[in-house]
């Protein structure tokens, strides 16, 4: 019943995004239902093919001029801040690295794809701005469709994550 409940709701907000053609439409559905109606959403935009559903931001991922405006149209809400500020979990970008990055980049990210300088050169910021390309699918170079189907597992925090464990291997700007 719950999940019948879920596809209904899930199909009723897509049908008001599809329907309001250049309206941006913003729902706030926090924990576990949350969750659910997200991956919902983002299975069943990409199955229709839609450019115009997709989850846009989480809280994590607001530049601060976003959360400025944000805050300014709830009044006395607030958009949390990430967690512990620039806190990067480097355990983590290194179980993300190894599994979806060292087999084409290297264990130490020291290969150079493409005609670049290897992402262990690159400061943080650059490599956290094009997992981000990848993921919203702007970058069309070799690999494109390996490194977007990758990017588009990681949220805000797991791209610094990774970014900032690169850069924990020495060979990148500091």
Not at 7 to 18: D, K, N, P, R, W
Not at 25 to 40: H, N, P, T
Not at 63 to 77: D, H, I
Request: net charge neutral.
């Amino acid at each position: 019943m719950k999940r019948k409940a879920l596809m209904a709701l899930a199909a009723l907000l897509m049908t008001v995004a599809l329907n309001a053609e250049n309206e941006c439409v913003c729902f706030e559905l926090k924990g576990e239902f949350g969750d659910e109606i997200k991956a919902i959403l983002q299975k069943y935009s990409k199955n229709l093919g839609s450019k115009d559903i997709k989850v846009v931001r989480e809280d994590s991922d607001l530049t601060v001029a976003e959360r400025s405006f944000l805050e300014s149209l709830m009044g006395s809400a607030k958009v949390s801040a990430p967690a512990g500020g620039k806190a990067y979990d480097l355990e983590n970008g290194k179980r993300l690295y190894d599994r979806d990055c060292a087999s084409c980049h290297g264990v130490n990210a020291e290969v150079s794809l493409s005609g670049k300088a290897a992402i262990g050169t690159w400061k943080p910021e650059d490599i956290s701005l094009e997992l981000r390309d990848y993921q919203l699918g702007q970058y069309d170079g070799p690999s494109r469709f390996v490194k977007q189907s990758i990017a588009t597992t990681y949220r805000k925090k797991e791209m610094d994550d990774v970014a900032y464990y690169i850069q924990s291997l020495g060979g990148g700007s500091k």
